[in-house]
């Protein structure tokens, strides 16, 4: 059963270039969460999808992000017109869609990197 | 707000016994959970608390007090492999279930 996969593992944008980071959940997990972590700090929330709905973005900038979850294929997180601020590593995690299902797996991260 | 406080470092001996504690204050409260995360690496779930107590999986254990907003990990036997950062989250529940980070806590194990 193949864990949280995340694509690309690092990814090196210019700034004012776009950045997409993709993320398969585990299988059976509906539920997917971005979080974002800045060097030597704690992962901050960006936002929770469901297939096809955005249920929870309030942690999202309210500008150039961007996330979606289609009825197929994997979750994007869209960064559009990339600053230096934005290089972070991006962490998706997934979980059961069942009412116990309280434990969130985590992928390896996307490192972004704007020169 | 929000905020969950945890000492920024922390370091100990092989074999030795080592606690890391972890208050936290938010706005909804479902559980606790600690994460450990090797450099460059993804943050590994390690252990859950939904109610007050101990729970002990192998050579970690973790504790909560929900009265007191408290809770703690506990890692027994240190190994080098230890050395990581660790993470406690609270579970907002509701709609989300989003855990919410604290500041990690990096334990350094030295021989």
């Known amino acids: 059963n193949a864990g949280v996969m995340q694509n690309p593992r690092h990814l090196v944008r210019r700034r004012g270039q776009e950045a997409r980071l993709r993320c398969s959940p585990m299988?059976?997990?509906?539920?997917v969460y971005w979080y974002r972590q800045l060097p030597e700090e704690g992962l901050k929330f960006m936002v929770y999808?469901?297939?096809?709905?955005?249920?929870?973005e309030s942690g999202m900038p309210k500008e150039r992000f961007s996330a979606e979850f289609p009825k197929e294929g994997p979750s994007i997180l869209r960064i559009q017109q990339v600053v230096r601020g934005d290089s972070a590593a991006y962490f998706c995690?997934?979980?059961?869609?069942?009412?116990?299902?309280?434990?969130?797996?985590f992928g390896e991260g996307s490192w972004l990197t704007v020169v | 707000g929000q905020s969950l406080e945890q000492p920024s470092e922390v370091t100990a001996v092989e074999g030795a016994i080592v606690q890391i504690n972890c208050t936290y204050q938010?706005?909804?409260?479902?559980?606790l959970s600690w994460y450990q995360q090797h450099d460059g690496g993804a943050p590994t779930f390690l252990s859950y608390?939904?109610?007050?107590g101990l729970e002990e999986t192998g050579r970690f254990s973790s504790f909560l007090s929900r009265s007191d907003s408290y809770g703690y990990l506990l890692l027994q036997e240190l190994q080098m492999k230890d050395s990581a950062s660790y993470f406690c989250?609270?579970?907002?529940?509701?709609?989300?279930?989003?855990?919410?980070f604290g500041t990690g806590t990096l334990l350094a194990v030295q021989p």
């Open positions: 995690a997934s979980r059961l869609d069942t009412v116990s299902g309280n434990t969130i797996y």
């Open positions: 989250a609270v579970r907002e529940g509701g709609a989300t279930n989003k855990l919410i």
């Open positions: 999808l469901q297939k096809e709905n955005i249920i929870d």
């Open positions: 608390n939904a109610l007050d």
């Open positions: 938010t706005s909804g409260f479902y559980g």
């Open positions: 299988k059976g997990h509906s539920h």
